[in-house]
């Protein structure tokens, strides 16, 4: 089964910095894009950023310039770093996998829209 556990949040103090990972767990055979969504409370869930396996990259407009996305080498893993963090990042981050392609004994299945646990990301001072 596919799973995606995050790591790497935490508290920090307005303008420091954080990394967040993910890792997707099973045989994996392929996931196309792979992303970082946050929701703050009282808030809907909005995207932060988001890497094809081609490279392709999309940023939210309240963190563009600020944090960075990148792939793994293994292609499944998905890092973010975070700089010049503000209050307003404060959210939990939840990794988001688009569409995986997992081997099965001799078959291969795919799992749309996986979603990790989330991780607690706190700015203040």
């Known amino acids: 089964q596919v799973r995606l556990v995050e790591s790497g949040g935490g508290s920090v103090q307005p303008g420091g910095s954080l990394r967040l990972s993910c890792l997707a767990s099973?045989?994996?055979?392929?996931?196309?894009?792979m992303g970082w969504y946050r929701q703050a409370p009282g808030k809907e869930r909005e995207l932060v950023a988001f890497?094809?396996?081609?490279?392709?990259?999309n940023y939210g407009d309240s963190v563009k310039g600020r944090f960075t996305i990148s792939r793994g080498n293994a292609k499944n893993s998905v890092h973010l770093q975070m700089n010049s963090l503000e209050p307003n990042d404060t959210a939990v981050y939840y990794c988001?996998?688009?569409?995986?392609?997992?081997?099965?004994?001799?078959?291969?299945?795919?799992?749309?829209?996986?979603w990790g646990q989330g991780t607690l990301v706190t700015v203040s001072s």
């Open positions: 099973g045989n994996i055979f392929s996931i196309n894009a």
């Open positions: 988001n996998a688009d569409e995986v392609a997992e081997m099965r004994g001799s078959e291969l299945s795919t799992y749309l829209g996986v």
């Open positions: 890497i094809t396996n081609t490279g392709n990259i």
